[in-house]
């Protein structure tokens, strides 16, 4: 199976106690959403902090688009709740275009 790899980018707001609430909301993150995300094709995934820097790293599977999942999401409750709590401690990086809340990095360099 041929995978498909995104890099992502998203700020929390910068206070300790958010990026702490943050990290420990992602020690346990909900059953419904954790389906949710296996079940739009994501094979692996993984967030890592600098700051309050995020970047995620996503590995999908060919039936896997961003607009697929985003319809997915509008239509399951317990996401919208999860991304309503997230939203608390997010904020948009400056680059982001309108409505985009994580922004989708440029691979610029891959070492062969």
């Known amino acids: 199976m041929e995978l498909k790899r995104y890099a992502l980018v998203l700020d929390l707001i910068d206070d300790p106690e958010v990026i702490h609430a943050y990290k420990k909301a992602h020690r346990k ?19 890592y902090l600098t700051g309050n820097r995020l970047f995620m790293i996503m590995e999908v599977n060919a039936s896997f688009s961003f607009e697929k999942k985003a ?15 997230m939203d608390k ?21 891959q070492l062969e």
């Open 71 to 85: 319809a997915m999401d509008a239509e399951n409750a317990k996401v919208q709740e999860w991304e309503a709590l």
């Open 89 to 109: 401690y997010q904020k948009i990086v400056p680059s982001a275009s309108k409505g985009e809340k994580w922004t989708l990095m440029e691979k610029i360099f």
């Open 29 to 47: 993150v909900w059953p419904a959403v954790i389906e949710s995300i296996r079940t739009a094709g994501v094979i692996n995934m993984e967030i």
